[in-house]
């Protein structure tokens, strides 16, 4: 039997010379995402802005957005984001945090059922007030940064320092994108959303870890090497696993955004751009930085191949 | 090398097997359930059997979960209140004079007393306003719930100290669960939980509750607490009340009310003096003590019903007159009953405010489509990286796929062992594991390649496949596990539903892709005997 390879066998493939096109590409995305983000904003949901998300659903046919969106804004409760999702008649009211305090909030659901009740089903109701909303937003924060550090202090442990801060840089550019993703494609940013960057950050690191891991072996092994040619062996012989997996993840993911109905898709389409991500930044970003930082990675394991005799592999 | 002893087999085939059964009753539905644990014969014992199951979720069952608040400014400003009255009373039992009336200040209160000599005397009295602070771990903490100050120009301050807030507070918020709990029982639905959530928040989630406006109402109803006499059965002046006292029996009791719970400032559970029985101490504001005073003296010997929310609670005899606004229930209590009893008592006045700060509610059509689409993702997700593996690595890639089976088996058992809830964010990292769960095989198999291209034996580059690849595997898994860990400590709900997943994925993952491979690889090879890698 024939079996299936991705990718082929020992490969010499020069990805590191793909750096002088992958870093300023990077570096311009980041710096567009900046500023997109400065000037539109994440679309945030009521998790983090506070208000009311209404979802309904037409009890016959078609939902008629136009007139949702007509009695939603007639209601007195300020401008409602009023938009349409799946292909079952599906509406999502987002109404803004009313002035009042916590206790104010409540009035929204109350008006809209009266006005909607007869022709749609109320799928999901969320009132979050401004106080939780606000903690919401703390803890979401504190959560990446925590993670980050988390994530960077284990590296340091287990890896030389210059593999940690590459593998750090990768992190963050696949971090700075993945909300590149959510400002351009306006995803609802929510609890949801902190969780699928927190998996990306997990993603991510897992993906340059094994290429690291290869680096560190490799380094022990070639002490001469120079390190573009010790990166390039690195992802190379781990490339054929890393296709592997990313499409395996793909897959399953895709699996998701095509089936996995209206509440999880949007959490899955960040997810599969996540995957996307993290694989291009493991290979064309988190390695090639070792080539500007990591100079001195070589020269420290030369030092210490002197100074120790190796036993023969 | 490629050698797994009987013994061995037997056990790692045994592990697994116990975490897969561990999942069957998470497979049935509601009905089954309750069918199976019947037919459970009784001289087994509860741990031989699996039992436990996955809980599902508010946003697969659909229902309502609210998020209620104590409001920490009102209550202090009940406390202030009742502390006013309680030093009002104090200074004219003991005849001292004030300038300027008792002054409510922000967190306390403060009255001036222009006598030295009265300020002295009355001073210790004050002090004993002050309680100290039992916590349920550590006892007595030594902390007071009130600091008294005095000035050299006169003025008296009692200030509520910051534990004595926050021990108030954390007293509200049990009090609210308990009559959170028994007002939600009345709605009728089935399995609502209650839980403390932070220190001063509790989140009621209702299952299968639409429209949490009425559960809203009824949570800011306040529980009726009356002390009322019994009387003679058959007059008019009585009305029949069920008893818990004499097991639901009716009982007259007397249509007058004595008093309301509106009077009552606090009930803690404590002991008696002499008799060292578990008691229930509860304490009147200065309106209460008096009325509580002249009818006690009055009505010396006869029964005095607490009646709370129509529902007779107990009927001591009035033993001597309870002027002092404060007074101790005796009825033989357990320790757990006094408890219960004091909790009830302090329950029938709502300590503070309770706003509530967040509402979500899921339709449970939203809920049944997701747990449908869940499934048909999963199904696929499996398909699609059963046919891959299968496609790429032949045999191997057929032990992989047992493996991923059995993970995701072993998911379920796990979350049903520890009856983790199952949320949407949840079958979405069911599928992601999916995904990621075939990693370890695909590095281990991936490294098994490249040794017998260095010119390894087959067993030798099968065993260090194995060896070379788990450093990475253990390296990619932490850093996963980190990011899992942080969000499950920070998230709540359905987010910490994914986490949960997320993290019990990885540790399966390490056992079935590395313990359970090797040993079928090594089956493999000691009934095939292959001169080369077969992928």
Same mark, same amino acid.
């Given at each position: ?13 020069? $990805?590191?010379? $793909? ?22 904003? *994440? ?11 209404? &979802? ?95 994530? *960077? ?5 287990? $890896? ?27 995803? &609802? ?17 897992? &993906? ?45 993911? *895709? ?9 999880? &898709? ?48 | ?22 999942? =069957?009753?998470?497979?049935?539905? /509601? ?45 202090? /400003? ?61 006892? +007595? ?19 509520? @100290? ?33 839980? /403390? ?6 989140? =009621? ?18 529980? #009726? ?12 002046? @009585? ?16 249509? +007058? ?39 006690? @003296? /009055? ?37 757990? +009953? ?36 869940? #499934? ?9 990286? =059963? ?70 034996? =087959? ?19 932490? @850093? ?50 292959? #001169?080369?890698?077969?992928?």
């Amino acid at each position: 039997m024939r079996l299936l390879r991705i990718w082929p066998d020992e490969t010499r493939f020069d $990805f590191m010379r $793909f750096r002088h096109v992958t870093f300023p590409l990077s570096a311009t995305l980041s710096v567009a995402i900046a500023i997109v983000f400065v000037t539109m904003g *994440l679309n945030f949901g009521v998790d983090f802005k506070g208000g009311t998300l209404i &979802e309904l659903a037409a009890k016959a046919g078609q939902a008629d957005v136009g007139s949702v969106r007509n009695a939603a804004n007639n209601l007195g409760f300020g401008e409602v984001e009023v938009q349409e999702f799946g292909n079952q008649g599906g509406v999502s009211l987002r109404f803004p945090i009313q002035p009042g305090g916590e206790a104010a909030q409540g009035v929204v659901v109350d008006k809209a059922r009266a006005t909607f009740g007869a022709d749609y089903n109320f799928d999901r109701v969320e009132t979050v007030g401004p106080r939780v909303s606000g903690e919401l937003v703390q803890s979401g924060t504190i959560g990446v940064v925590l993670s980050v550090f988390a994530v *960077l202090a284990y590296l340091w442990f287990r $890896f030389e320092r210059e593999l940690a801060i590459g593998a750090i840089v990768g992190t963050l550019h696949d971090i700075v994108l993945t909300i590149g993703f959510f400002v351009i494609t306006r995803h &609802e940013f929510n609890m949801t959303s902190i969780a699928a960057i927190l998996t990306i950050v997990g993603y991510s690191l897992n &993906e340059t870890v094994v290429v690291f891991d290869r680096t560190r072996e490799l380094l022990r092994r070639y002490k001469q090497m120079p390190t573009e040619e010790l990166l390039n062996l690195s992802i190379n012989s781990t490339m054929s696993r890393t296709v592997m997996t990313a499409t395996t993840t793909t897959l399953s993911l *895709l699996a998701l955004v095509l089936f996995g109905g209206r509440a999880i &898709e949007g959490f899955a389409e960040v997810m599969l751009a996540g995957v996307v991500i993290c694989t291009y930044s493991a290979i064309f970003i988190s390695s090639p930085v070792l080539i500007y930082i990591g100079s001195r990675l070589a020269s420290r394991s030369l030092a210490a191949g002197a100074g120790v005799p190796q036993p023969a592999e | 090398m490629l050698r797994f002893s009987k013994t061995k087999v037997i056990f790692t085939l045994g592990a697994v097997l116990v975490g897969l059964l561990l999942a =069957v009753p998470s497979l049935m539905s /509601r009905d089954e359930r309750q069918a199976y644990l019947k037919a459970i014969p009784s001289w087994i014992p509860t741990w031989m059997v699996p039992t436990r199951a996955i809980v599902l979720g508010l946003d697969l069952q659909g229902g309502s979960q609210i998020l209620l608040e104590v409001d920490r400014a009102d209550l202090v /400003r009940t406390q202030a209140l009742s502390l006013r009255d309680d030093v009002r009373r104090v200074l004219r039992e003991n005849g001292v004079a004030i300038e300027g009336g008792i002054q409510i200040s922000g967190r306390g209160v403060q009255v001036r007393i222009p006598d030295a000599a009265a300020r002295a005397r009355v001073l210790p009295k004050l002090r004993e306003l002050s309680q100290p602070i039992t916590s349920a771990i550590l006892g +007595q903490t030594g902390a007071q719930t009130l600091g008294v100050a005095e000035s050299p120009d006169g003025l008296v301050q009692l200030t509520f @100290t910051d534990q004595g807030i926050e021990d108030r507070i954390r007293r509200a918020v049990d009090q609210s669960i308990e009559v959170i709990r028994r007002r939600v029982d009345q709605l009728g639905t089935t399995e609502p939980s209650i839980q /403390r959530q932070g220190a001063d928040r509790v989140l =009621v989630q209702v299952p299968g509750l639409q429209d949490p406006a009425r559960l809203e109402e009824i949570l800011g109803k306040t529980a #009726k607490l009356e002390f009322r006499l019994l009387g003679d059965a058959g007059s008019t002046d @009585t009305e029949l009340l069920p008893s818990r006292d004499a097991g639901g029996q009716r009982v007259p009791v007397e249509r +007058q009310i004595i008093l309301d719970g509106a009077d009552l400032t606090d009930a803690t559970p404590g002991f008696d003096n002499r008799t060292n029985e578990p008691i229930v101490n509860f304490r009147f504001n200065l309106r209460g003590a008096q009325r509580f005073g002249d009818a006690t @003296t /009055r009505n010396v010997g006869r029964p005095l019903a607490i009646v709370l929310d129509n529902e007779v609670i107990s009927a001591p005899r009035i033993i001597q007159p309870i002027t002092g606004g404060q007074g101790q229930i005796s009825g033989r209590f357990t320790v757990q +009953q006094a408890n219960d009893l004091s909790v009830l008592l302090r329950s029938g006045a709502l300590p503070a405010k309770l706003t509530i700060i967040e509402r979500r509610t899921v339709g449970p059509g939203l809920g049944r489509d997701s747990i449908e689409a869940g #499934k048909l993702a999963t199904y696929v997700a499996t398909l699609f990286v =059963v046919i891959l593996m299968f496609a790429t690595y032949g045999v191997f890639g057929f032990i992989a796929n047992v493996a991923l089976v059995v993970h995701v088996g072993l998911i379920f058992g796990l979350m049903s062992v520890l009856e983790a809830t199952l949320t949407l964010p949840g079958i979405a990292g069911i599928v992601l594991t999916i995904g990621t769960a075939v990693d370890s095989n695909v590095l281990i198999y991936e490294r098994i390649r490249e040794e017998a291209r260095a010119g390894r034996s =087959v067993v030798t580059a099968i065993q260090a496949g194995f060896d070379r690849a788990f450093a990475t595997i253990i390296d990619s898994n932490s @850093t996963m596990a980190i990011a899992a860990l942080i969000l499950f400590f920070m998230g709540s709900g359905p987010v910490r539903g994914f986490a949960v997943v997320f993290l019990l994925g990885i540790l399966t993952t390490v056992i079935t892709a590395v313990t359970m491979t090797r040993m079928m690889i090594a089956l493999w090879y000691g009934y095939a005997r292959p #001169k080369a890698i077969p992928f």
